[in-house]
């Protein structure tokens, strides 16, 4: 009598990958952290003294000015929490030996990185949702608090909700690259030292390469090839997406921006450069292992 042999499914290797993250004490941890952060973020603000004064006079410049504070924190915030526990799900596996066993039992290498990467995903929605409703309920308090009413959030412009949007496509597209390049980094390494070192130290060095190329741009007396160099730079290109697709208004990037000017179509190329190339990183290393059955 011949037997079947049984393999895991996917939804059942997504309920795996969910489960050794739910187990994690850092997780909860880091997360309580960040909890603490914003109030502190919440409590600063709450005490700025012409907060009531700009709110009363421009609802909508107060919005955009609450979004790019809030915003910030988010996109640091998300990008640091994806790139530690992104590397730290894919190569743990590694770094344990625990890869064997799973591709003993019949796991397949890409169901495994897929389950991964889609788990990940859900973390990044759940974690983007629960920070969207918890600010908008602290702001809509504070709203409350400052004017006595609701009355100032009808007043916001129709052009500000079309940014909000566009804010959360530009989170979305942040942390898709978060994990990605976790996994990729994963992969390369076969380390989890390695993958969340990588991982962390990408987009610093990645903005500070900017500061050199202004260096070497005033010590060679030539804007090439440096200016180049920045628009074809992952990190800087993200810095600037959102505000190169805001039809109106325009958002400030927090970090560095390419060194001359590009428009939003350049942009979103190369991210999908980058994305493109951190999925064959995975793909290749995860396909074409050192481990072997």
């Known amino acids: 009598m011949s037997t079947i042999a049984l393999r895991p499914s996917f939804v059942g290797a997504v309920r795996g990958e969910a489960l050794k993250l739910s187990r994690q004490l850092s997780l909860w941890l880091t997360l309580a952290g960040g909890v603490v952060l914003l109030a502190v973020i919440v409590l600063a603000i709450s005490g700025a003294s012409n907060l009531k ?82 600010v908008g309920a602290i702001l809509a308090l504070m709203i409350l608090s400052l004017s006595g009413d609701f009355e100032g959030i009808s007043q916001i412009s129709n052009e500000f909700w079309s940014d909000l949007g566009r804010w959360a496509a530009v989170q979305g597209i942040s942390m898709g690259m978060a994990i990605l390049l976790a996994a990729a980094a994963s992969a390369l390494g076969r380390s989890l030292a390695f993958a969340i070192a990588a991982s962390l130290a990408f987009y610093p060095a990645d903005n500070f390469l900017t500061i050199l190329e202004i260096l070497a741009i005033r010590a060679t007396g030539h804007d090439q090839p440096w200016t180049a160099i920045s628009q074809y730079q992952l990190g800087p290109n993200l810095n600037v997406v959102l505000n190169l697709i805001e039809p109106a208004h325009r958002s400030r990037p927090a970090f560095a921006a390419p060194l001359a000017a590009v428009d939003a179509t350049h942009a979103l190329a190369v991210i999908g450069a980058f994305a493109v190339a951190f999925v064959a990183i995975a793909l290749f290393r995860t396909l074409r292992p050192d481990v072997l059955e």
């Open 53 to 134: 004064e700009s709110l009363v006079a421009n609802p909508t410049a107060w919005a955009y000015n609450m979004l790019e504070v809030f915003g910030t924190v988010f996109q640091i915030g998300s990008g640091i929490f994806l790139l530690i526990f992104g590397a730290r799900l894919i190569a743990m596996e590694y770094s344990s030996g625990t890869i064997r066993i799973l591709y003993a039992r019949g796991t397949g290498r890409l169901r495994l990185l897929l389950a991964k990467l889609f788990t990940l995903a859900l973390v990044g929605i759940v974690l983007f949702a629960g920070y969207v409703l918890v």
